[in-house]
């Protein structure tokens, strides 16, 4: 007699993901507010799927214009749920869109 075979789950395979956010000029008035953004940060340490994010301008001396996140997640779907649960997402201030990314160089370490 044979012994049982062994079954193991295992975890999903995370895939990463870019997300471009683009703003109205509408979306200052949403950063300016101090406890927005305090929730803001709050919802980022507690995220830390989120593996990198920031906000973009167009130049160092320009408003802000969106952001860029990089994600790592099982699906689109799970980022979506990332994106609508942040406090700076404001729908009618705020679009996003995202992509799979890859990283060119997979056995190097970037630290910012």
């Given amino acids: 007699m044979t012994a049982p075979r062994e079954t ?16 109205a000029p ?11 953004r305090d ?5 980022v340490k507690d995220h830390p799927e989120l593996r990198i994010g920031g906000g973009l301008k167009p130049d160092a001396d320009g408003d802000f214009c969106g952001a860029l996140w990089i994600v790592e ?5 799970e980022v979506e749920h ?11 201030f ?13 056995d190097q370490t970037a630290t910012l």
Avoid: C
């Fill in 82 to 92: 990332l994106i609508h649960g942040d406090p700076f997402y404001v729908p009618a």
């Fill in 73 to 77: 997640a099982e699906d689109r779907i």
């Fill in 8 to 23: 193991r789950k295992t975890a999903p395979a995370l895939t990463r993901w870019a997300v471009m956010f683009r703003d």
């Fill in 94 to 106: 705020r679009s996003y869109e995202i992509f799979t990314w890859g990283k060119i160089l997979e």
């Fill in 39 to 43: 929730a803001h940060v709050a919802y």
């Fill in 26 to 36: 509408a979306m200052m008035d949403v950063r300016a507010s101090q406890a927005r």
